[in-house]
């Protein structure tokens, strides 16, 4: 074959070389086009994938051209539910494009997984506002059989958001809910309330819009989310958890920001979810602005928070708005089922 595919084991994982090869042809792939897109450092990225997650199985794979790598893919199966699915993420080399690489890599990821029984395999690509119907990677998408199954859209918030402006809207949240109390916890979550974080945490694939695909709950354990935790701290940032409790100290909604503690100034929004018992008491607002204040009076340089959500997620769009973030690209996920 013109190229060499190879599944990367555990020893090319911990080989800091072999991975910054790895780390370079992503970074070149996805940063094509979209040169200010915020993008991981490093030692964030190695970071995650040294870390283990019971939750998923993760298989990196690699083409080379002589000793030359010249594409980087990683499958994610998810192991303690939504099993029929697995995940991918593929990128090739800026000067490798049309080689027929892409399809190469792909039809190995495609064994792997029909060979593991999954039926619906999944990928996202980030695309222009203006060219999501017609770009390049989509074409690519569908040259391989894959259908589109959702938009996302992602949006960025400048920081820092002044100080007044994050009060006014706690302000106008609180009188929506009272007898919720609102707490902030940086890293660790205190034991007695990690069972409840857990079963929210589980519902946000369900309940959050995802196109053509249903996602069945998550299986999130205490054991798990002590995994999350540690790979956060792997990737040398902090977690910022803002909670809201009832009165008998259940988690009833939760934000999460992923904050650098090293060079980068990009914060990363993770999930925010009320549960289904507990909406329209702006709880939603009251944990997202709680939470930007947190994490901006602990760092004053940082710059902006990504984050990305369904299209069709209204409720969740137009908090965002409200906040301040600002469309930049689409995310498009692409499905192919057998
Ligand atoms: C998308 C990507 C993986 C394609 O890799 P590639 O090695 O160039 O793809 P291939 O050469 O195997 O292309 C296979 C077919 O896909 C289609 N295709 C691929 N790139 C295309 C493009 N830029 N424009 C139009 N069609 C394209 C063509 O039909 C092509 O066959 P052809 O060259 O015989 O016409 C690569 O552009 C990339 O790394 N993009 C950034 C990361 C990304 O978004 N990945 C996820 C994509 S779903």
Excluded at 234 to 261: G, H, I, K, W
């Amino acid at each position: 074959m013109f190229v060499d595919i190879r599944e990367l084991g555990a020893e090319a994982l911990a080989d800091d070389a072999v991975m910054r090869d790895f780390y370079d042809v992503s970074r070149r792939a996805e940063l094509l086009g979209r040169e200010q897109a915020p993008f991981w450092g490093f030692d964030e990225f190695v970071g995650a994938f040294r870390s283990e997650d019971s939750g998923e199985r993760q298989q990196l794979f690699a083409a080379y051209d002589g000793d030359r790598m010249v594409s980087a893919a990683v499958l994610w199966s998810f192991l303690l539910d939504n099993t029929e699915k697995a995940f991918f993420s593929l990128d090739v080399d800026v000067p490798d494009r049309r080689r027929g690489i892409g399809r190469a890599m792909l039809e190995v990821m495609e064994r792997v997984a029909r060979d593991d029984n999954r039926r619906l395999l999944l990928t996202d690509s980030k695309l222009p506002y203006d060219d999501r119907d017609n770009h390049g990677y989509r074409q690519f998408a569908t040259a391989c059989g894959y259908e589109l199954a959702n938009y996302e859209v992602v949006r960025h918030l400048p920081l820092p958001v002044p100080d007044e402006q994050i009060q006014a809207w706690i302000d106008e949240a609180a009188p929506r809910h009272p007898g919720y109390t609102i707490e902030t916890f940086v890293h660790d979550v205190p034991a007695d309330l990690v069972e409840s974080l857990c079963v929210l945490l589980g519902q946000l694939a369900v309940d959050a819009p995802t196109g053509t695909v249903d996602f069945e709950e998550e299986t999130m354990t205490p054991e798990r989310f002590a995994e999350m935790l540690d790979t956060v701290k792997a990737m040398n940032r902090a977690r910022y958890e803002t909670v809201a409790l009832t009165p008998d100290r259940q988690v009833v909604a939760q934000s999460t920001l992923s904050v650098p503690l090293g060079e980068s100034t990009t914060v990363y929004q993770w999930g925010t979810f009320v549960h289904r018992e507990h909406r329209g008491h702006q709880l939603g607002l009251a944990t997202k602005a709680v939470n930007l204040r947190a994490v901006q009076s602990y760092r004053d340089d940082l710059t902006l928070i990504t984050t990305q959500n369904a299209e069709t997620n209204d409720y969740m769009v137009s908090i965002n708005e409200r906040m301040g973030f600002r469309p930049v690209e689409v995310s498009a996920e692409f499905a192919k089922r057998w």
